[in-house]
């Protein structure tokens, strides 16, 4: 019943990797979301997935790549990871976005430093 | 210019005193707005909605003032365990989704 979670929740990689970080809830929510979260920059998102097998862009898409097989599970996968990569990332859900006042839910966060 | 804007802070605060956060957004469009709380090293979570008529959770008050195209919060009586990033994040609806930013936040610490 952990609603939804993160993994791994740190992480250290070198420049050129790649790397994936995992989101899974258990609500069933329709979307998903991931940002970054950066000093001085807030939240940003980076993709987010309205449902199974759609995806979007989301302010800052670049260098990553995100897929949604399954409802309760969306990868983030950075193809080559670059030092600005470094930072903390979370994962979020949502039931739905037709109420303008539905919000969203966040997963722990992953600490990911790039060397 | 940064479409959801806060003043960093530092705050710091004695126990029991009141404190009001300012949040400016730039997209008149914008339709639903929120606070939300950040302790250390964790995720954000929701604290509270701001709706048009303004609204009181116990302690915390948020109000809108969509003219301005500001939000505020205020929190009476403050405790320790108050300490924390308060985001303020604005949903601007496109094409029919909610397209949520956020602030960089506020940190409030409030001592003994």
């Known amino acids: 019943d952990a609603g939804i979670t993160q993994s791994p929740r740190y992480k250290i990689t070198e420049t050129g990797r790649q790397v994936t970080l995992m989101c899974h809830q258990t609500?069933?929510?329709?979307?998903m979301f991931w940002y970054r979260q950066d000093l001085g920059h807030g939240l940003r998102l980076i993709y987010y997935?309205?449902?199974?097998?759609?995806?979007d862009k989301g302010e800052v898409p670049d260098g990553y790549v995100v897929s949604r097989s399954k409802t309760e599970n969306f990868p983030l996968t950075l193809e080559s990871a670059t030092r600005s990569q470094t930072s903390v990332y979370f994962c979020a859900s949502g039931p739905g976005q037709l109420d303008p006042q539905e919000t969203q839910y966040f997963g722990p966060g992953t600490r990911l430093l790039v060397l | 210019r940064k479409e959801v804007e806060q003043d960093p802070g530092p705050f710091n605060v004695p126990e029991g005193a009141t404190v009001a956060f300012n949040c400016t957004y730039s997209n008149s469009a914008s339709q639903s707005f929120f606070w939300y709380r950040q302790d250390c090293r964790k995720e954000p979570k929701l604290l509270m909605s701001v709706y048009s008529s303004g609204n009181e959770d116990g302690r915390f008050t948020a109000q809108l003032n969509r003219a301005s195209q500001y939000i505020s919060l205020l929190i009476r009586d403050s405790k320790l365990s108050d300490s924390a990033t308060y985001l303020c994040?604005?949903?601007?609806?496109?094409?029919?989704?909610?397209?949520?930013?956020f602030g960089a936040g506020t940190r409030l610490t409030v001592k003994p």
């Open positions: 609500w069933s929510h329709s979307y």
């Open positions: 994040v604005v949903n601007i609806r496109r094409d029919n989704n909610n397209d949520m930013r």
């Open positions: 997935s309205a449902a199974a097998d759609i995806t």
